[in-house]
């Protein structure tokens, strides 16, 4: 089963704790994120993005973001992280 859930349109310090527990209900689905509303997204935000990848790959699921924004891409390409789009 694919689990599916939209990303913020923001996410800062404020946010995470939401965005984690979000996230960590979804564990054990392959997931898709849907980013086309991101906005801004904060370091924070991107450390469990990335975090959640790595949790997800090493579980053996599917862990994507669907439609992403120019703007999320353009704030991975930033922080210098791959992209989340790889599959197990």
């Given at each position: 089963?694919?689990?599916?859930?939209?990303?913020?349109?923001s996410?800062?310090?404020?946010?995470?704790?939401?965005?984690?527990?979000?996230?960590?209900?979804?564990?054990?689905?392959?997931?898709?994120?849907?980013?086309?509303a991101?906005?801004?997204f904060?370091?924070?935000?991107?450390?469990?993005?990335?975090?959640?990848q790595?949790t997800?790959?090493?579980?053996?699921?599917?862990?994507?973001?669907?439609?992403?924004?120019?703007?999320?891409?353009?704030?991975?390409?930033?922080?210098?992280?791959?992209?989340?789009?790889?599959?197990?």
């Amino acid at each position: 089963m694919t689990a599916q859930m939209t990303l913020p349109s923001s996410c800062d310090l404020s946010d995470v704790t939401g965005l984690r527990d979000a996230l960590l209900s979804l564990r054990g689905d392959d997931l898709d994120l849907d980013g086309s509303a991101v906005e801004r997204f904060g370091a924070l935000g991107l450390q469990i993005l990335a975090s959640a990848q790595k949790t997800w790959l090493e579980d053996g699921n599917t862990f994507r973001i669907t439609a992403p924004s120019n703007r999320l891409i353009e704030i991975f390409k930033l922080a210098n992280l791959e992209f989340p789009d790889a599959q197990s």
